[in-house]
């Protein structure tokens, strides 16, 4: 069965430096996985995913993350964060067998000013 | 407009009883999902379906337990054997495999 871990419960970051969310998953088969992001308030919505194809993916507003079988990571990245990135992200694995979708525990990204 | 209600949004109950949380999806999807959100323990996943009339136990299923009648219709049923109910409760639903899911509002239930 599939599993992902999220190792950083919390990332406090200043404005504008550069970011990194960490995941890990784990699979015995071919996988697709996600990011979805959570605003303060508001409902769980995509971010970017991974199909197949180019192992980097990008979102419309500046994150991206790339698939590393061999490490089995699909880190979330950003150059420059911006005080409306703060949220709780959160990512996630389907195994392309079926429709399971596991998520990891979040990481909630704090933007200092 | 297309997208999934969950209700109630707030309910309360009291220990020892059932209670049933309703998900109804207008996208036509075919799978559908049922989570628990606790703080620090992200998404946890009850149960999801598939197709009509099948579900599959997720990570976290014993308490709960759900019917797929309808493919409109995921309803997710809290059992009193649930030993700690109090939660966030989110539905999903997506086209299938791979592809993303789209969550309802939530609802919050709060036994005492």
């Known amino acids: 069965a599939q599993s992902v871990t999220q190792l950083d419960s919390q990332v406090p970051v200043f404005e504008e430096a550069p970011v990194e969310l960490r995941c890990n998953y784990s699979?015995?088969?071919?996988?697709?996985l996600f990011w979805y992001v959570q605003y303060p308030n508001q409902g769980l919505q995509l971010l970017l995913k991974?199909?197949?194809?180019?192992?980097l993916v990008e979102s419309i507003n500046g994150f991206e993350a790339e698939f590393n079988k061999s490490q089995t990571s699909f880190h979330l990245r950003k150059p420059s964060v911006h005080i409306s990135d703060t949220a709780e992200y959160f990512c996630?694995?389907?195994?392309?067998?079926?429709?399971?979708?596991?998520f990891g525990k979040g990481t909630r990204l704090h933007i200092l000013p | 407009d297309g997208g999934i209600t969950q209700s109630p949004k707030y309910l309360f109950r009291k220990e020892g009883q059932n209670v049933t949380l309703s998900c109804e999806q207008n996208?036509?999807?075919?799978?559908m999902y049922w989570y628990r959100q606790d703080p620090g323990q992200g998404l946890r996943l009850i149960y999801y379906?598939?197709?009509?009339?099948?579900?599959q136990k997720g990570d976290i299923a014993e308490g709960y337990s759900v019917s797929r009648e309808k493919k409109e219709s995921f309803p997710l049923t809290v059992t009193s054997a649930q030993k700690n109910p109090t939660a966030f409760y989110l539905c999903?639903?997506?086209?299938?495999?791979?592809?993303?899911?789209?969550f309802g509002e939530g609802s919050w239930l709060t036994v005492v």
């Open positions: 996630a694995v389907s195994e392309s067998r079926d429709d399971k979708i596991i």
């Open positions: 699979s015995s088969v071919s996988v697709y």
């Open positions: 379906s598939q197709i009509v009339n099948d579900f």
């Open positions: 996208l036509n999807h075919d799978a």
């Open positions: 991974y199909l197949s194809g180019s192992t």
């Open positions: 999903a639903s997506s086209i299938g495999t791979g592809n993303t899911i789209y």
